[in-house]
C-alpha cells in the first residue's frame, strides 16, 4: 500500500524519538533492503524509519571500510557500554553492523561517541573495541596446527580458561599465556585469537602493559588476509626470544616494495633490515621488515616500561606503524580522539606509491598469538647480534636446541604472557 506523502510527513514530524530499539532482524532485513537499491532509496527509507532507527542516527559514516564475518567458534555474547569492558561494534550509514560471538551474541547500537559535542576533534570513529571482562567476545580461538611449525598446541576458549591460560585479571587486563608445565614430551599448550571482523583499511589501535618474552618465545600482533601471501600479513609487533626492538613487517604478492632502504628517504624512525622487496615467494618469507630503535619495543624492555600502544593505520597513503611508550602516549589517543597527523614520524610506513594498499591487502583480521621455536625463534636459537640477543639463546642457556630447551624449561617460560588493556578499531568519519 502507498501512503499519502501528507500522511507520511505527519508521522515524520509527530513520532517520538524515544522508542524502543527494533529487534535485531527486524534492522537486518531493512539493512539488506536498502542495500539493494540506490543510495537515494536507502536515505529515504531511513527517513521514513526514523522513529525505529533513532538509536543508531547519531554519527553516520559516508564510508566504511570494515567487512563483518559472522563466527560461531567463540563463546559468549558481544555486549557494549558498561564500566566492566565492552567488545562493542557501531552502525553505519547502511544499517546495523552485527557483531557476532557464538550464538547468544547480541548487536550493539551504542555509538562510540554518545555525546560527540563533549569529545575531541578527530577525523576517526569508533567502530569496534575489545577491552575489561568482555575482551575475548569477538574473537576465534585458532585450534589448527601452527603454520609456523612452532612447538605449540593452540587451545579453545574453554580448555584455555581450564588450563589457565586465558583470563581477565582483577585491573580488567586479557591475559593469554604458555603453558610452564615444568616437562613436556610434545608441544606445550598456548593461545592464538583472531578477531572475527575483518578490515579493508582503518586506524587500530592496542594497549598492553605485558608481551610474551624469552628463549625460545615468538609473539605477534599482526593482521593477515586470505589466501596467504595474496591478501598480505602486516606485522606490526613481531620480534623473537630476547629481542629488546620491535620489527614491524610486510608480507605480500609480487609488486609491493619500499621506495627506498633510507631510513630518512622514507620518513620513518626505524630502519630497514630485510631489504626494500616485499614479496614472500621472491625474499624467502621475510618480506620487507622496519626494525625500532627503541630499545622498550619489545620484549623485556617494554615490559619493565609498562608497555605502551602501537598503532597502525592503513589508508589511500600506505601502510603507517606508530609506538609509543607508556609515558608518551598522545593525550589524543587517551581522550578517545586519535589523529594520526599530530604524532609526528612513524616508525615504519610503506607509502602507497610503491605498495598499493588496497590491492596488495585486503580482508584483514588481526591477530594475536605466541608459539615456541618454529621458523624464526628456532632458526636463531644459535645466532647472536640482534639487540637484546647480543648473545645466542644457544650460549645463554648452555642447551643446543630450541626445542630440547623449551620441552625442558617450563618454569624459564614464566614471561610469555600477554597481557592487553584494549584494542581498538577506527574508521574515518
Not at 3 to 12: E, G, Y
Not at 306 to 312: I, L, Q
Request: aromatic letters at 10%.
Amino acid at each position: 500500500m502507498r501512503l499519502p506523502s501528507s500522511f507520511l510527513f505527519f508521522l515524520l514530524v509527530t513520532a517520538p524519538i524515544t522508542t524502543s530499539a527494533t529487534p535485531s532482524h527486524a534492522i537486518k532485513r531493512i539493512h539488506n533492503l536498502a542495500l539493494k537499491h540506490s543510495a537515494g532509496f536507502a536515505r529515504n527509507l531511513r527517513l521514513a524509519l526514523k522513529p525505529v532507527l533513532v538509536a543508531q542516527s547519531d554519527g553516520e559514516q559516508k564510508k566504511f571500510y570494515c567487512i563483518h564475518k559472522p563466527n560461531s567458534q567463540a563463546g559468549g555474547a558481544a555486549s557494549g557500554g558498561t564500566s566492566n569492558g565492552t567488545f562493542s561494534s557501531i552502525p553505519t550509514s547502511t544499517g546495523i553492523r552485527t557483531s557476532t560471538a557464538g550464538t547468544s551474541a547480541t548487536s550493539t547500537r551504542t555509538p562510540a561517541n554518545p555525546n560527540p559535542t563533549q569529545a575531541p576533534a578527530s577525523r576517526f570513529r569508533l567502530v569496534e573495541k575489545h577491552e575489561g571482562k568482555n575482551f575475548f567476545n569477538g574473537w576465534d580461538f585458532f585450534t589448527a596446527p601452527d603454520p609456523t611449525h612452532g612447538m605449540v598446541q593452540f587451545l579453545d576458549q574453554g580448555s584455555g580458561r581450564s588450563a589457565g591460560l586465558v583470563d581477565v585479571n582483577d585491573e580488567g587486563n586479557a591475559i593469554m599465556r604458555v603453558e610452564t608445565t615444568p616437562q613436556v614430551t610434545g608441544n606445550r599448550q598456548s593461545i592464538r585469537i583472531t578477531t572475527q571482523s575483518q578490515f579493508d583499511g582503518g586506524l587500530f589501535l592496542m594497549d598492553s602493559v605485558h608481551m610474551p618474552t624469552g628463549c625460545g618465545v615468538w609473539p605477534a600482533w599482526w593482521s593477515n588476509g586470505p589466501n596467504w601471501p595474496i591478501g598480505g600479513e602486516i606485522d606490526i609487533l613481531e620480534g623473537v626470544n630476547d629481542y629488546t626492538n620491535n620489527q614491524a613487517t610486510l608480507h605480500t604478492n609480487p609488486g609491493c616494495s619500499l621506495s627506498s632502504t633510507d631510513p630518512d628517504a622514507l620518513k620513518i624512525a626505524g630502519n630497514v633490515i630485510t631489504g626494500a622487496n616485499c614479496a614472500a615467494g621472491e625474499t624467502g618469507n621475510q618480506g620487507c621488515g622496519v626494525r625500532s630503535k627503541d630499545r622498550n619495543s619489545f620484549g623485556p624492555g617494554f615490559n619493565k616500561n609498562g608497555g605502551g600502544v602501537y598503532a597502525m593505520q592503513w589508508d589511500e597513503n600506505g601502510i603507517e606503524v606508530y609506538f609509543f611508550p607508556r609515558a608518551n602516549i598522545p593525550s589524543d589517543i587517551e581522550d578517545g580522539a586519535p589523529e594520526p597527523n599530530n604524532w609526528g614520524t612513524p616508525l615504519a610506513r610503506w607509502a602507497a606509491a610503491s605498495c598499493d594498499p588496497f590491492k596488495f591487502f585486503f580482508q584483514h583480521s588481526f591477530i594475536f598469538d605466541t608459539t615456541l621455536c618454529g621458523d624464526w625463534a628456532g632458526s636463531v636459537w644459535s645466532s647472536s647480534g640482534i639487540p637484546g640477543q647480543e648473545e645466542s639463546c644457544a650460549q645463554r642457556t648452555g642447551v643446543p636446541t630450541c626445542e630440547a630447551y623449551v620441552r625442558a624449561n617450563g618454569g624459564a617460560l614464566k614471561e610469555a604472557y600477554w597481557e592487553i588493556k584494549s584494542v581498538k578499531m577506527y574508521q574515518k568519519k
